[in-house]
């Protein structure tokens, strides 16, 4: 059967392969958007204006994973709305708010790891809340969300376009394991997924916002004109699919096992992203910047991070013990021939703020 | 260290040991007042006149555990809420109401597989939410909740009183694990702990649901008279304790580790359960029924429930593989000298509505 319309969180726990542990990449992109942040619900944010009776405010993390970026996003969020509501209401000895945290992710995700994870109670400013249920959906009540946030999450699309899968099609992926854009066909699929995903992504979150509620949203997508191929990310993924390829010489799986293997993942160009976001009307676009990732990498950074985001999706798909085998593969391939990062094209950091009308 | 203010979950998973596969006893007095909750709410529920813009409607299992009773008992409430907010709008065309139901638990409580085992989104008629924290104390923000329930739950108190562990204490209780009314003293230092519990749990109830709210509470008691001693429950923890002292002789534990184990788990008498709720003034008792359990017992039945609801505790506090053995020599024990129920002083289940004024 081929990889779909299945759903494969971040390697739960906290080994050493665990997310919790191979997530500074992410976490370097927030810290980077955190000051604008701020300074956006300092200055503009309204919706204490339009509820003065607020008792409850509350913010919601969709596809937060297990941690603990989620936790650093969320306080910085807290901080910057509780001094805007103190400025406020400085003379008339308002109660202060409450707030409440809403972690969402699959209902597969790590949600042990997450709550024994979090700030204890007696540190914490805020209700935690966990939300199992894909985000391609409703998962909250309608007008509940004040603030809601999305970090490197759209990039996963609810399941694989099939055609990719079919022989006959002229978007057979062959053993790709992604959307690398060498066959045109291919890149169209999954662009046809990723608009109707979005489409539904930013229904449902106009249905769960309060007029006047903030999504801010993080991710990454491609300048207009830049393959994946030519990308780090792309190369290490077509690396790993070359890889796969050569474990399964020795027999630990088989080439047709790989040619039922498609990430169910799709970066935009830039110019896709903005569409598929102008296209819902229940939003305006109240900042939108993108920006180099800043980070310096490694070969051995971006391959334990690859295997964190992956390691579920290829031992479900090809069975326990390939993982192991497969990323020994990759450390050695790039201790031959490493990635040179200064010879790649970039990708880009989006950071946008959308306001619900 | 003695084993006091932790906090010890119910047995996660799903295997033959797991809470889930080991909790009909439960489950069947939650049967049990199923249609009076149902009737309760749609005669007299006036959340609805209170609120005539509610949109959802909040429900929370106070200590739910990872299922499956807690299902049930949320999916029993919605529909009679739904049949009253039906009858009372049939004619203006007002939206459905939509529901979330918070699972509340302690943070280690297994919510991964309450997640994964809850109805699938396309069947539930609710939003769900996991809220990882203690009873004893706020978990979710000031009048957010409109019916809370409870089942089975606050016998656990916050931590075992710790004149208990004294040698020198005329509370000391031995190489008792349990309050099993034999001392005095020691069964006042439960029942003092029992009430501070219970005025906190209340206390936090009270700030949680809005006017109107209910709060539903199940669980046993000790008819006034009779003595944990005389009950199958208390017979029954007697003999595990026996059976520690039995396999501590074999070198499997010591006699001080016992005597260092003590459960946080006191069950009322009938009159000091009445006068826990009644201090706090906040509620009005709408409805407090008692009936005898009415399931028909087993001595296999009865190790099999408290072995899911005791390993985790005894794990912790005895180490590995003490459970294993433990319960085999339970086992042996009752095989050869049943508990013979018919000879035991019954104890109670009790059926609480208490409205929030």
């Known amino acids: 059967m081929p990889t779909s319309s299945q759903s494969y969180p971040m390697n739960g726990g906290d ?23 701020r300074q956006y619900i300092l200055k503009k944010l309204d919706i204490l204006n339009l509820n003065p009776d607020l008792k409850t405010f509350t913010i919601v993390d969709f596809g937060c994973s297990s941690g603990p970026n989620t936790f650093h996003a969320v306080q910085n969020i807290i901080d910057a709305v509780k001094l805007k509501h103190l400025n406020k209401n400085k003379e008339n000895g308002v109660l202060p708010l409450e707030f409440q945290v809403c972690f969402n992710d699959l209902p597969n995700n790590d949600f042990n790891t997450l709550f024994k994870t979090q700030p204890p109670s007696s540190e914490r400013e805020y209700f935690s809340l966990g939300v199992p249920g894909s985000f391609y959906g409703r998962v909250l009540p309608r007008n509940s969300v004040h603030i809601g946030l999305t970090s490197y999450t759209t990039q996963w699309l609810s399941k694989v376009p099939e055609q990719v899968y079919d022989k006959k099609s002229p978007a057979w992926n062959k053993t790709y394991i992604q959307c690398n854009n060498l066959i045109e066909e291919v890149t169209k699929a999954y662009k046809v997924q990723f608009t109707k995903d979005m489409k539904i992504f930013l229904e449902a979150r106009a249905q769960e916002l309060v007029p006047g509620g903030l999504m801010i949203a993080l991710g990454q997508c491609v300048p207009d004109g830049v393959y994946m191929y030519e990308t780090w990310p792309g190369i290490l993924m077509d690396i790993i699919s070359d890889c796969l390829l050569d474990i399964a010489k020795s027999g630990v799986t088989t080439v047709e096992k790989i040619e039922l293997f498609n990430l169910p993942v799709y ?21 939108m910047e993108t920006a180099s990732h800043a980070m310096q990498l490694t070969n051995d950074f971006i391959t334990s991070m690859f295997r964190a985001v992956l390691s579920t999706i290829i031992e479900n798909h090809f069975g326990d013990g390939v993982v192991d085998e497969l990323f020994d593969q990759v450390s050695k391939k790039l201790s031959k021939q490493p990635i040179d990062f200064e010879k790649c094209k970039e990708h880009m950091v989006y950071h946008v703020v959308l306001k619900r009308q």
Chains 1, 2 share one sequence.
């Open 15 to 37: 080994d050493q392969h665990s997310y919790i542990h191979n997530s500074s990449y992410q976490k370097s992109a927030i810290d980077g958007i955190e000051e604008k942040t």
């Open 267 to 287: 970066f935009p160009l830039y110019s896709e992203l903005m569409g598929a976001i102008e296209q819902n009307k229940k939003f305006t676009i109240e900042m």
